[in-house]
Each structure stands twice: as structure tokens, then as C-alpha cells.
């Protein structure tokens, strides 16, 4: 067990980096999966398909799959990830220090993977707010992105807030892959390098890696209980 004092450094940089894709594939998949629940729940029907297409195709693939075509499909597309290349991202990413290989094809693949499932937690939360209220909206006039922005949507985000809790921790545990499809130095890349590299025995590594898992869980699903035992005295 001396190996957690020994190379916490390398354990502390894993989690580092862990946090900060979790947390920036967090934002892109609310808003992405955002995006989607309006196109699935859309009056036009050409919208709703793209929607239901997009859902349906992540929804139902790999991690593995959609992890492989982004660290080894994209790349053939632009050298250097030069098409994913934002100024606002590219800022945060020098700052974070964060700018490595395949970092951006990983957080890809995690948000357009996990908006997948945003998408339906949102839209389980719109489900969830009575027909009468959108009526009524639709009755004096209001269009419908007025309707889902100040009558719909306000009322969905109590309902799908514990569900879009359980998306953001099964996403948490996804992003153990990243570490084997080119990112160096999260969680699981620093496990491998301590004991294929450095010969340290698996198993308490594999202690340290999951101690840092679950201190980015944990807490998380502690708040989702206190949320979801506040609701239902709410109600």
C-alpha cells in the first residue's frame, strides 16, 4: 500500500485530469443534450427525426465504439484536432493545462455520447409536467419556444434533476476509458502506467485509482438523494 504515499503525485494529477474532462463533458452534454430534447419534442416532424435519429444511434452504441472512431477515426480527418479548434476552448485549455493529445477527441466522444442520455432525462422531465400547463400557454398565444422557455421547461427541470444526477455519475465512470484510447495521465492511463511501467502490484493501485472515483461520485450521489428526498416531501 506504500505505492498511494508513494506516487500520490501521479495519483493527484490523474484526478486532476479525470475532473477536468468530467467537468468539461458535463456542460457540453447538458447543453447538447439540451439541444436534442427541444428537437425530439419539436411540432416540425423533420426536426423531431433528427432528434430521435441522433438519440437512438448513441443511445444504443458502444462507449468503446463511439471512444475508438474519436481517437483513432478523427484524427485522420485534421491534423492536430485543427476542426475542433475553438478560441473560447482553446483559451480554457491552456489555462487548465489541458491541451494534450486526443484530450478533445475524448471529450468529444463523452458529450456526444452522454447528450444522448440527457436528452431523455430532460425529456422524461418534460413528460412529467402536466398537458394542461402547455395548453393553457398555447391558449394565450404563446408561441412555442416561448412555451417551452417560460412555461415548460422551468417546470421539467425539478423533474429530471435527479435523473440528469445519475447521467452525470454513469458518465463520471465512463470517462475511465479515455486513459486507453490516447489520453495521458488521467485515472486509468496512471493505473496502467504504475503497474505495466513501473511493476507496482495491481491491486493497490487499483485502490487508489477507485478512491478517486469515488470522491467525484460519491458526494454527487449523496446531493441526488438529499434532491430527490426534498422533492418527494414537496410533494
Known amino acids: 500500500m506504500s505505492v498511494l504515499i508513494d506516487k500520490f503525485d501521479v495519483f493527484a494529477g490523474g484526478f486532476w485530469l479525470t475532473l477536468q474532462i468530467c467537468v468539461l463533458a ?23 427525426a433528427v432528434g430521435t435519429a441522433y438519440v ?19 484524427p485522420a480527418l485534421g491534423s492536430n484536432a485543427d476542426f475542433l479548434r475553438v478560441p473560447v476552448l482553446d483559451s480554457l485549455f ?57 412555461v415548460v421547461l422551468p417546470q421539467s ?13 454513469a458518465m463520471i465512470k465512463n470517462s475511465a476509458l ?12 496512471s493505473a496502467d502506467q504504475l503497474t505495466s511501467a513501473e511493476g507496482y502490484a495491481f491491486i493497490p493501485v487499483a485502490i487508489g485509482i477507485s478512491i478517486g472515483y469515488l470522491i467525484m461520485t460519491v458526494p454527487l450521489g449523496a446531493l441526488l438523494d438529499r434532491l430527490e428526498k426534498r422533492q418527494a416531501v414537496a410533494r
Open 56 to 74: 437512438n444511434i448513441f443511445r444504443n452504441m458502444p462507449l468503446t465504439v463511439v471512444m475508438f472512431f474519436a481517437a483513432f477515426g478523427l
Open 178 to 189: 479515455i486513459g486507453f484510447f490516447g489520453v495521458v495521465g488521467d485515472l486509468s492511463q
Open 157 to 169: 427541470w425539478k423533474a429530471s434533476v435527479v435523473p440528469l444526477g445519475s447521467v452525470i455519475i
Open 94 to 150: 491552456t489555462r487548465l493545462g489541458t491541451d494534450l493529445p486526443y484530450f478533445r477527441f475524448a471529450l468529444l466522444a463523452l458529450v456526444l455520447y452522454t447528450a444522448a442520455f440527457v436528452c431523455e432525462a430532460l425529456r422524461s422531465g418534460v413528460n412529467a409536467v402536466p398537458p394542461g400547463q402547455a395548453e393553457a400557454a398555447r391558449s394565450l398565444g404563446l408561441t412555442f419556444g416561448q412555451n417551452l422557455r417560460h
Open 26 to 48: 458535463a456542460f457540453g452534454a447538458l447543453i447538447l443534450g439540451a439541444v436534442m430534447a427541444v428537437l425530439r419534442i419539436s411540432p416540425v416532424p423533420p426536426l423531431r
